[in-house]
């Protein structure tokens, strides 16, 4: 569990600064070249009330698209639910970033979906992806880990 929130945004290409500037105008910047980092890494870092990090993907691909349309509400409480992407897509998401707290997290996704995953999906969104970040060797890294589950 960590202490920020990951937020998509289908923003598509070319439209991003309409975006970025009006969410700069709700929500504090974590940086002063925030825009710009948003404009040339497509995530806008901001701040919310109640102080919790806020990471705003710029979405653009038709991975990340296919992640929304595949998004579901997470009922957190009779009031309340959030709309949350499904674990496969997560899954993607993190082996695409390949940080280190991301492995850890994608070590605990296998784990607690294990067999309820669909390994077909996640390859066929991933492989493409790790292709354009010329990281193909994350795939095995994956598969690594799914025998080391006995998957």
């Not at 709309?83 to 492995?103: I, M, S």
């Not at 990281?135 to 799914?146: G, H, T, Y």
Request: negative net charge; aromatic residues 6%.
């Amino acid at each position: 569990m960590t202490n920020d929130a990951d937020l998509t945004l289908i923003t598509g290409w070319g439209e991003e600064e309409k975006f970025v500037d009006a969410l700069l105008q709700q929500f504090r910047p974590r940086h002063d070249r925030a825009r710009e980092f948003a404009l040339r890494r497509r995530v806008l870092l901001l701040t919310a009330t109640n102080e919790v990090p806020l990471d705003v993907a710029l979405a653009a691909v038709p991975f990340e698209e296919r992640t929304i349309e595949r998004a579901s509400a997470w009922k957190i409480s009779d009031e309340l639910q959030l709309t949350t992407c499904c674990a496969e897509d997560l899954l993607v998401h993190k082996v695409f970033a390949n940080r280190g707290l991301d492995w850890v997290d994608i070590e605990r996704i296998v784990q607690r979906q294990r067999e309820k995953l669909d390994f077909t999906l996640i390859f066929e969104e991933l492989r493409p992806l790790l292709a354009l970040k010329e990281e193909p060797e994350n795939e095995a890294r994956l598969r690594d880990l799914m025998r080391r589950e006995g998957l």
